[in-house]
């Protein structure tokens, strides 16, 4: 069945580079998504990649698949205190179009 | 542009009584989806519209929960009667169609005593 699976905690220093990975198992997913949550908030889309797309770049973020090995990575260059949340990694169905979500990554960022 | 909104914000109850939560989507999305997050979890689908068509609920425990979308625009979900185990964040999403890019409400959080 579908799953997607992602390491519970990353903790950097502020200023680091952040890598969060993710590893899912549908391959006909059309989209894979990185959401962003705050504490006692709703999921924010930070971004997103095509399936046939390697790597989408936006501002701070860089989003790297690996389609054979079916990984995701969301890269955060200069990682600042407010990027201190959890995030989660999510595929499509590629049928009605409902997403899989991980378990989530909570980020910390140290000053 | 105005995002999904969702009402009420928190909600106590205790087990056995009932519930409901309301989401108006974004305008013009035709895609509207319910999502439990448990503590600690990731979001899991519910209940999947297509303007006011179901389009999955095979997820939905339905001797308990029920949803409408009232003229393909705004919906309801309902708990009766609730169990300990429905306390979780509730999140409303909506898409122009599906799939398509998911936007997220900020959620009712239900507590079930």
């Known amino acids: 069945g579908e799953d997607v699976e992602q390491s519970l905690f990353l903790s950097v220093r502020e200023g680091d580079s952040s890598v969060i990975n993710c590893t899912y198992t549908d391959s006909s997913s059309t989209y894979l998504y990185w959401y962003k949550q705050e504490p006692g908030a709703g999921l924010q889309l930070l971004t997103y990649?095509?399936?046939?797309?390697d790597m989408k770049q936006d501002q701070r973020l860089t989003v790297l698949l690996n389609k054979k090995d079916k990984h995701l990575s969301l890269r955060i260059a200069d990682t600042q205190t407010g990027d201190s949340a959890i995030y989660f990694c999510?595929?499509?169905?590629?049928?009605?179009?409902?997403?899989?979500f991980g378990q989530g990554t909570e980020l910390s960022v140290k000053p | 542009e105005a995002g999904v909104a969702q009402s009420p914000r928190y909600k106590i109850i205790e087990k056995r009584q009932s519930v409901a939560f309301w989401c108006n989507p974004i305008?013009?999305?035709?895609?509207l989806y319910w999502y439990q997050q448990i503590l600690g979890q990731g979001p899991k689908l519910l209940i999947q519209f297509q303007n006011n068509g179901v389009v999955d609920d095979s997820q939905l425990p339905k001797d308990r929960f029920s949803a409408e979308r009232l003229k393909g625009v705004d919906s309801t979900l309902k708990i009766q009667p609730a169990k300990l185990e429905d306390s979780a964040v509730y999140l409303c999403?909506?898409?122009?169609?599906?799939?398509?890019?998911?936007?997220f409400g900020p959620g009712t959080r239900l507590t079930v005593l």
């Open positions: 999510a595929e499509d169905d590629n049928q009605g179009g409902k997403l899989i």
């Open positions: 990649i095509f399936s046939n797309m």
């Open positions: 999403a909506s898409s122009l169609g599906s799939p398509d890019t998911q936007y």
């Open positions: 305008s013009g999305h035709a895609t």
